[in-house]
């Protein structure tokens, strides 16, 4: 049976339980209605639970090399680089190694060109909050030679910064929102990758 049709009446019966009859009930039929639901993820319906942390078999180590920079933001590839770098180390499933040779798996890609718009103006029609959006086109080159792309909207992102009349501190604005897109697109990009790998 098809799960995303049986949820919602599962959920449904659930709330005519609790309506019609008292709360300790109520509060046994809520932990029916979730074991059923534990039941039938577990049943063939399609999901499973993934550990993003845990280690996967024949994949001990990754190699991540600083992607072409086809943006106009000077030292984006770098950002994005650490970044990737920075989101395999906190997660600890896999070997960070600085030679390809030495690598399960050899991530690499393009910075895209970043897009800046405006997002809200004041009475006087001047800006007072800018977007910037960082798209990332990722290749991962498996050690058997076997080559994937990623893209899409795991690797793509924007983020809202404040507009100021001091020059500098719009340009500290967005050079740390761009920072918060390389991590939140590192952390994308690693659980992507780890699910290309899961049997």
Known sequence: MDCSRLLPILCRGWLWYTCAVNR???IDGF????????QL???GCGYKLVNYDEPIENL????IQTFKNNSYEPGVEFVVADALRREFLRRGAVKLVDDAIDADLVVSGVVEPL?????SFSSIALALEWEVTLR???DAEWSDGTR?????DGTRATERYLASADIEATRKNRDEAIRTLASGLASHVHD???ELYLP
């Open 60 to 63: 001990g180590s990754v190699a």
């Open 115 to 119: 897009v800046t718009r405006t997002r």
């Open 136 to 138: 990332l086109a990722v």
């Open 192 to 194: 992507m990758l780890y």
């Open 24 to 26: 300790k009930s109520a």
């Open 31 to 38: 932990w029916l209605v979730a074991l059923a639901i534990i």
């Open 41 to 43: 993820a577990g049943s």
């Open 148 to 152: 994937t792309r990623l893209d899409g």
